[in-house]
Each structure stands twice: as structure tokens, then as C-alpha cells.
């Protein structure tokens, strides 16, 4: 077994691990989009679904960013060439990495404005703007915002460098000391909000909307949803999986930490829809809003709800958190091989990348308002990004990752890395990650495509 350490440093221990990389995981594709999705989809057939999507393409996807990326404790850049080199094979693998840097910056971009919003709400709900908020008013109050360049600017540029100073701080005095202070709170302040929702009498409601079995409404369509979502939700196919497992210790098992980190991203999300449709029904509002419901629906229930000031503070706190570590995730690959390639210090490499991401944001961020009237493909900016980055980018990555492990390093080395308990196991592993996932991606990639092509 090799024994080398990545030069920016490495996880405390197991658990660092997994929680930081269970930060990225978690994020607004847990508690704002999975949520609806799932309501829309059929409920519980889609929560099915999507379970064996995470379980059959997910996790061995995610055990082999881990294990390429601990192989090479470097940047998912030099990661990937490495681990060709090794094998024997073409150092042009490394452009996997490429795609996975700039699919991140991508990413970033609108992800950013997004979070923006949410700092926006954090604000709000503080100082109490947003007492007694009819629905009308709050389609209101987020219609302006979008139309406000200024006040978007303004928390575009706060969350940017929010992330970036934890960048600079590198892997141990940034990403490890914000993992250890924020992923706790989240869980904390998730749980909280699951008590009050429980509480809210119409906690069975939430539940059957979420799971109750109703095959009739699960279309292809929910299918080609549900494979893209795990994709994203679990961070997979850009690398930031890869970059993390670079620091991860070399006699931890990659199998089970997987399978921990996946397992949370879906308890997250799971409790996130029992969180907020409770909240939703209560006040007899519309649970099938789509993107408006937390930004619109939320703030009016809050609103009217007691205790709700607090409670809906609390909530876009929480959300603000899993954005927050979630987008470090996002440029950790590209400042890893900043540092590499240059030889930088970690906070000129986050200066570089923070600058250049707050510039493409601005793109995103004009899609509501200044230049909302740029389209490509018949796309703002913003859909764009999105489009291109999670029914693009994301899929191709995992597929080449997949193809890369499963059929270009040798077997010797992929099972000495992950060191798996069994044999059995391994060769479940290697069967599934060589045949099953790199068809489900490519079905359901090309599928994404066509129906976007044919309109
Ligand atoms: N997984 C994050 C979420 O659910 C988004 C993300 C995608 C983060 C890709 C990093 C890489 O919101």
C-alpha cells in the first residue's frame, strides 16, 4: 500500500472526514429542491427511485472519486494523472479533473446568487421584516429582490468571500475548522425544526405527501429527475469527492465512510421534507409550489405562525450553513491545483478563484433583472449554468470516472485501495461500478439531452 500525504494537509480523523465531506453533500439541493421534487414526482415512488439511484450509481461512483483521489493526494487534476500513470495509461485522463475544476466554477456561479438569497432571508427574518407576510406580499418581497441588482450584489459578494476566507485557511484551519462548527449547528438546528414541525398537528400530512406510495404519478421523467439529483445531492462528478478523499487517512475503510456520507445526505433530505411540509399544510398553503417554496411559501407560513420569527430565522440559518459548506467543496479542487501548479500560497489561490467567481456570478445574478433578456439555447445565464453543470458536466464526469476505475486500473490496484473486508464485496463493487452505473448514467444522459433537444 502507498503511504504518501497530500501537501495541503489531512483530515484530524475518520469523522472529520465524513463530516466535511457530508458539508458538501448537504446543501441546497437537500432542503430546497429535493423536497418539492419529491412532492411533484409521485411521493414515496420517487423517494424509491431515488434511494436506488444513490445505492446503484452513487455510492460506487463516490468509493471511486475517493479512492482515485486518495491514491493520488493531490488535486482531482493531478489525482487523475497520476493514478493513469500508474496504471499505464494516458496522462490526458487528467482532463476528467479539468471538467470537474471548471464544472465547480460553474456551479459556484449561480450557486452563489442562490445562497445570496438565502443571506437575504437570514437578514429578514432577523429583524423581523417579514412579521405578519401575507402570500401576495412575499411573492412580492422575492420578486423585488431578484429585480434589485444592487441588494443581490451585495450578498453575492458576502457569501463569495464567506467561502473564500475558508479556502485561504486551508485544509486544516479552514475547511476542517468550519466542517467541526457548522455541520454540528446544521444537524442541531435541522432537528429543531423537525420537533416544531411534529408538533405543528399536521406532522402525518408532510409524511404521506412524502412517502406515501403512489406508483400512478412516478413517470419516466421522475426517473431521469430522481438519477440527476443524486448526481448532484452527493456532489458527485466534479471532483470536490476526489479533492476531500485526498485527505483522507490511508486505513480508513473508503467503503463504509461512503456509505455513511450517502446515507446522511438522504436522512437530510428526508428530514428536511418532514420539516417543511408540516409547515407548509399547516397553513393551508400550496405544497407544489416548486422553486418559490422556501423563498415565497416558507416566509409567509413563518409569518403567521407563532414563534415563527425565531423559528424561520433559525431555518434560513440552517440552509445558509449547508450552502456555505457546500460551496467550499465547490472550489477546493481548483485551489488545490492552484497551489499545486503555481506554488501559491492558499490565499492568493483563493483571492485568484474568488475574484474570477464573482465575476461569472454576475452573469447568473443579471439573468433576473439587467440581462435578463441574454439567452443561449433560449436559456438565461442562470439556467444555463444549471442546465449545463447538473445534465452535463456532472454526468459525464461520474461516467468517466466510472469508466476510468472500473475499466482502466488494474484490479490489484483498486483493491488494494479500498481494502475492502470481503472479496464479495469487492467484486459487487467493481461488477456494479464497470456495467451498472455507467449504463444507468449514459440512459439517462442521453435521455436528459434528447428531450431538451426535442424541446
Ligand atoms: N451537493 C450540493 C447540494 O446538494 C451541491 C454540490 C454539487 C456541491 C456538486 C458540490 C459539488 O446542494
Known amino acids: 500500500m502507498q503511504n504518501k500525504q497530500s501537501i495541503h494537509g489531512a483530515w484530524a480523523n475518520r469523522w472529520m472526514f465524513i463530516l466535511a465531506a457530508t458539508g458538501s453533500a448537504v446543501g441546497l439541493g437537500n432542503i430546497w429542491k429535493f423536497p418539492y421534487i419529491a412532492g411533484e414526482n409521485g411521493g414515496g415512488a420517487f423517494v424509491l427511485v431515488y434511494l436506488v439511484c444513490i445505492l446503484l450509481v452513487g455510492v460506487p461512483i463516490m ?39 471548471l464544472a465547480g466554477f460553474l456551479i459556484f456561479s449561480f450557486y452563489s446568487v442562490v445562497a445570496g438569497w438565502v443571506l437575504y432571508y437570514i437578514a429578514g427574518m432577523g429583524s423581523g421584516k417579514f412579521i405578519g407576510l401575507g402570500s401576495d406580499q412575499a411573492g412580492q418581497v422575492f420578486a423585488a429582490l431578484l429585480e434589485d441588482p444592487k441588494t443581490l450584489l451585495i450578498w453575492h459578494t458576502v457569501f463569495v468571500v464567506l467561502v473564500m476566507m475558508v479556502i485561504a485557511g486551508g485544509v486544516n484551519k479552514g475547511l476542517e475548522r468550519a466542517t467541526r462548527v457548522l455541520m454540528p449547528l446544521l444537524f442541531v438546528l435541522l432537528f429543531v425544526l423537525l420537533g416544531y414541525s411534529i408538533n405543528s398537528g399536521y406532522f402525518s400530512q408532510g409524511w404521506d405527501f412524502l412517502f406515501h406510495f403512489k406508483p400512478e404519478a412516478l413517470t419516466w421523467e421522475a426517473v431521469l429527475v430522481a438519477m440527476g439529483h443524486a448526481f448532484f445531492t ?4 466534479m471532483g470536490c469527492i476526489m479533492a476531500y478523499g485526498s485527505y483522507m487517512g490511508k486505513k480508513d475503510s473508503i467503503g463504509g465512510t461512503v456509505l455513511m456520507i450517502a446515507g446522511l445526505d438522504t436522512l437530510v433530505a428526508l428530514v428536511a421534507g418532514l420539516a417543511i411540509f408540516p409547515i407548509v399544510f399547516g397553513n393551508q398553503l400550496d405544497p407544489g409550489a416548486g422553486p418559490g417554496l422556501m423563498f415565497i411559501t416558507l416566509p409567509v407560513a413563518f409569518s403567521q405562525m407563532a414563534g415563527g420569527q425565531v423559528f424561520g430565522f433559525l431555518f434560513f440559518l440552517m440552509v445558509g450553513f449547508a450552502a456555505w459548506t457546500s460551496a467550499i467543496s465547490l472550489m477546493e479542487p481548483g485551489a488545490a491545483w492552484l497551489v499545486e501548479k503555481l506554488g501559491v500560497k492558499r490565499i492568493t489561490a483563493a ?13 447568473a445574478l443579471g439573468s433576473f433583472n ?10 438565461t445565464a442562470f439556467d444555463f449554468l444549471d442546465f449545463l453543470t447538473a445534465n452535463i458536466m456532472l454526468p459525464l464526469g461520474g ?5 476510468f476505475v472500473g475499466w482502466y486500473l488494474p484490479r490489484e490496484m483498486t483493491e488494494d485501495e479500498l481494502a475492502l473486508r470481503s472479496s464479495g464485496i469487492y467484486l459487487i463493487w467493481r461488477f456494479v461500478l464497470r456495467y451498472i452505473s455507467p449504463a444507468a448514467v449514459a440512459v439517462v444522459f442521453a435521455l436528459n439531452l434528447y428531450q431538451k433537444l426535442a424541446g
Do not use: C, K
Open 63 to 101: 468509493m471511486a472519486e475517493v479512492l482515485v483521489g486518495r491514491r493520488g493526494r493531490q488535486s482531482p487534476i493531478n489525482s487523475m494523472r497520476e493514478a493513469a500513470y500508474e496504471a499505464g495509461h494516458h496522462g490526458r485522463w487528467a482532463g476528467v479533473g479539468w471538467l470537474g475544476v
Open 399 to 403: 461516467l468517466l470516472v466510472a469508466i
Open 234 to 237: 452527493l456532489s458527485l462528478g
Open 351 to 363: 483571492s485568484i478563484l474568488g475574484f474570477l467567481v464573482w465575476a461569472l456570478g454576475l452573469l
Open 370 to 379: 439587467l440581462t435578463s433578456d441574454l439567452l443561449l439555447f433560449g436559456m
